[in-house]
């Protein structure tokens, strides 16, 4: 039986100063984005997405994505508060005991499917349409939201992504899952997990220090996994500016 569950998440980081034009979009020729041109920056907080569990940028690293905001704040001329984040799932599947982790291992990730892309949407955006804009019904089926960006068509109408619905000014949507980390990480045990990851951005100035995050996690295997606990992992670090040993005076808490 197929098991699934949404988890929210918001980063949040204080207020001031105007965002940055440029975000990337996802090319059509790329699977796993390593890039760091899928950024929210259309609020005060800049945050880079990528499709292989990591939300940042690692910014202390050389990658091909370590220029990518990581939390920057105020806009892009602000300085990095995180060095990286990612889902963590843990459970018991067949009497065993297995974790799955978006960082710092990279367990979560996309497939090699052309179509495992990252998708851009926003509210309101043709093809994009949700309750209460009067078009929430893309194609006319008496149907809502049941063709996600993800380049697949999902109700067999022969179109593709007709029918999704886009949240905030910037949304990005990504599918994942654990069982294709095997040749980076052989003694990966999956937990046979599909991840939905949609991360959301409003230019409000109200919200614009502001990043959703929602994930949903449903079960792809054969059997159901018991116990299961979600969280998410981050470690912040505070470049001001880039050095070593900038981490050691950071202090870190949780708004309850």
Known sequence: MRQAASIWV??????????APGHGGAAADKTVIVDGSIVHDVGRLHLNITNFGLLGSWYTQETTFSHAPSARWPGA????HLWGAGLWVGGIRFGERLVTTGQFEMELRASDAPEDIIYELAWGAPAAARYPLPAFDDDGDGLEDEDPANGRDDDDDGLIDEDSAGAGDQHFRAEMADTHAGDIYPNHTPLYLDVVQQTFQWAHDDVADIVGVEYTIGNSGVAPIEGVYVGMFSDFDINDPPSPGEAADDQVGYLV
Not at 10 to 19: D, F, G, L, Q, W
């Open 10 to 19: 918001c980063v949040i980081i204080a207020t001031t100063v105007s965002a």
């Open 77 to 80: 001329e602000g300085i990095d």
